[in-house]
């Protein structure tokens, strides 16, 4: 496995083998089994192209090709950041093929994101969308990293040639972990579990080939990849894409298209509904939707099936690996006061207090997760993986749940010091760093305010040194420093002292009590 990663112990990963978890085959070889299969079915559509299975093959062969005649080879980081478009579906299974990893950022991130993903990674290509914004954000990293050769405005394609195959056991990919620490940690996931994800998520969804799954959530992150891109790739369905959430793109495109699934955060869910009593659009084809990625309201939950016309499910998961989602048998008052069930048989779950002991059943505490698709350890974290990861293999998720007797999860809340703003994750203390270099800041700590449509949003605390900065100020000097726009505050609240814990450290529970 790739240096700095954590590879599974032997013995999960002949278990995982052996029950056909794991399979040997590569994300790349997912894609040309399909075309082999049902070439002339559609398998993709963004605005008017569309491409078959046989074309979407083709084309990633292309850009395998393409990308090795520019010099960038197996092994080698690409990072990606690119919008919702045939270009990006292309341009990564040429990375699978050619067994160069793509770091998946997200459109929002900036040059501090950025600068750091190439860096950390050693990547040797950043690929953008051809506008002067991007091509800006890639000149001001590209300064001071030598290893950075290519920036990619277009999606390179040549005469496919014969290419090595890659390990289905190693690294295919980055994703980039929420996390609570001050930079953004990475997460490797190999070929044959991240597959095995997608697949597991198809059969607990029943995706086949008539699914037409809609992703409008950029689809760099975890969730549309794999219960978006891969889930229908495997069961040969149709995947279409569109630009951003708004039901003015996404709703013509459901009746145009005969979608069928689509993934939505909560936010994105309201504005869906409120958007369908217009009744302009006929949204009839859809079968569900699936809502995840933050805690959707019990409230909410009870109105999305009248609203909409079509079943719900939600979802919950991680880019870390565990994941789950509702059965189509699940009972309602399973669906409304769930997140999901896991999709695997052999995940295993557990649920501790803080000294790591396990709850009583259906008690609250720590959620920890260990299975074939939930990675062992963070790219080159030694330190954190201590931390994140119990000694035997669990990952520490940082999310407070209880188990109902079915073994579906509730969400309850968090550990971790993450705030979760409508499905973006903000770690406190990577924004918290940033402000502390502000002149007018002491002392700062962020925290979590409730908010109707996003669930949480950010409300930067701050001692102040001398005159009190404003919330604007603030926020023009976190964007001065290139943070994406979601990580900036929505609310400043001046204090002359943090309430403190009996330890005498900043009390954030407090704090969040206060100015909630
Ligand atoms: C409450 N909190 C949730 C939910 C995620 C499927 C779906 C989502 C993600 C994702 C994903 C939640 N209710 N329904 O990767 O495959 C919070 C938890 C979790 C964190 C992970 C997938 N669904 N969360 O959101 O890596 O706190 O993945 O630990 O972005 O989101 O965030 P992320």
């Known amino acids: 496995m790739l240096d700095g990663c954590v590879p599974w112990p032997e013995e999960f990963a002949e278990r995982y083998r052996a029950a056909g978890y794991w399979k040997d085959e590569t994300l790349g070889e997912m894609l040309r089994a399909r075309a082999r299969e049902r070439g002339e079915r559609p398998a993709l559509v963004v605005g008017q192209e569309r491409y078959t299975y046989a074309e979407l093959d083709a084309r990633a062969d292309r850009v395998a090709a393409g990308l090795l005649a520019l010099g960038i080879g197996p092994g080698d980081r690409v990072v990606v950041q690119l919008p919702n478009t045939a270009g990006f579906v292309a341009l ?12 998946f950022a997200l459109p929002a991130h900036r040059s501090s994101e950025i600068g750091y993903f190439c860096a950390f990674t050693g990547a040797a290509a950043y690929a953008i969308p051809d506008e002067p914004e991007y091509r800006a954000l890639a000149e001001e990293v590209r300064a001071g990293l030598p290893a950075l050769k290519h920036v990619l405005t277009t999606i390179p394609e040549a005469e496919p040639v014969e290419l090595p195959r890659p390990d289905p056991a190693d690294v295919a990919l980055f994703l980039l972990s929420g996390g609570t620490t001050g930079v953004p940690k990475l997460v490797p996931r190999t070929h044959q579990e991240w597959a095995y994800s997608g697949r597991a998520v198809a059969e607990a969804c029943d995706y086949d080939a008539s699914t037409v799954h809609l992703v409008s959530l ?15 790739v495997h069961a040969g369905g149709t995947l279409v894409l569109a630009s951003g959430p708004s039901p003015d793109e996404t709703f013509p495109l459901v009746e145009r298209e005969g979608v069928t699934e689509t993934g939505l955060v909560p936010g994105v869910a309201l504005l869906w509904m409120e958007a369908a009593e217009w009744g302009e659009h006929d949204l009839s084809s859809l079968r569900r939707v699936t809502i995840g990625g933050s805690k959707l309201s019990d409230e909410l939950a009870t109105r999305v099936e009248p609203a909409l016309g079509c079943r719900l499910q939600q979802a919950f998961g991680m880019a870390e690996g565990l994941c789950g989602f509702h059965r189509p048998a699940d009972p309602p008052e399973v669906v409304l006061v769930s997140q999901g069930l896991p999709v695997s048989p052999a995940d295993e779950l557990r649920v501790v207090d803080e000294d790591d002991r396990d709850v009583p059943p259906g008690e609250i505490g720590q959620l920890l997760a260990r299975g074939p698709y939930t990675i062992r350890g963070y790219y080159r974290s030694p330190e954190h993986n201590a931390q994140s990861f119990t000694s035997d293999g669990f990952y520490r998720t940082g999310d407070l749940v209880r188990l109902l007797p079915t073994g579906h999860v509730v969400f309850e809340g968090r550990v971790k010091d993450q705030i979760n703003r409508g499905g973006d994750k903000i770690a406190a203390e990577e924004v918290e760093n940033h402000l502390l270099a502000h002149p007018k800041v002491r002392q700062v700590a962020l925290v979590g305010v409730p908010d109707e449509v996003l669930g949480e949003r950010g409300c930067a605390c701050v001692v102040p040194r001398g005159e009190p900065p404003t919330l604007a100020e603030l926020a023009a000097f976190l964007r001065e420093r290139g943070l994406a726009a979601f990580k900036v505050p929505d609310r400043l609240w001046i204090m002359a002292e943090f309430p403190l814990t009996p330890l005498g450290k900043v009390s954030k529970k407090a704090l969040t009590a206060m100015v909630g």
């Open 92 to 103: 990564i299974f040429g990375l699978f093929r050619l067994g160069a990893l793509p770091v």
């Open 218 to 232: 950029p689809l760099g992150h975890n969730w549309p990849l794999t219960h978006g891109l891969l889930a229908t």
